[in-house]
Nanobody, 119 residues
Framework: QVQLVESGGGLVQAGGSLRLSCVAS????????MGWFRRAPGKERAFVAS???????????DYAESVKGRFTISRDNAENTVYLQMTNLKPEDTAVYYC?????????WGQGTQVTVSS
């Protein structure tokens, strides 16, 4: 069973940046598309970004409309790590951020990492 551990969250002012990391243990990401998701206060968990699997470093990425142009997803298969670079953060980005396969599996959800953006 894979365990996913997210890190890199914190408190940042609007316009600031953060880089989230997600490390897998137990099994590798190999062969799986991966995604970032977030749960804002009082809302359902929502899709943020995804990245395909590739053995040749040619990836397809997708983003929620609200983060396009501000967030960048990437992966390091050798390190079993997925990243989410977030720039020009807005208060509405405040949420707990999770990584998972894409589509997500219930058994993979970790604790997430809190991102709080102050105005």
């Amino acid at each position: 069973q894979v365990q996913l551990v997210e890190s890199g969250g914190g408190l940042v002012q609007a316009g600031g940046s953060l880089r989230l990391s997600c490390v897998a243990s137990g099994r590798t990401f190999n062969g799986y598309a991966m995604g970032w998701f977030r749960r804002a206060p009082g809302k359902e968990r929502a899709f943020v970004a995804s990245i395909s699997w590739s053995a040749r470093n040619i990836y397809y990425v997708d983003y929620a409309e609200s983060v396009k142009g501000r967030f960048t997803i990437s992966r390091d298969n050798a390190e079993n790590t997925v990243y989410l670079q977030m720039t020009n953060l807005k208060p509405e980005d405040t949420a707990v951020y999770y990584c998972n396969t894409n589509p997500p599996r219930e058994s993979n959800w970790g604790q997430g990492t809190q991102v709080t953006v102050s105005s």
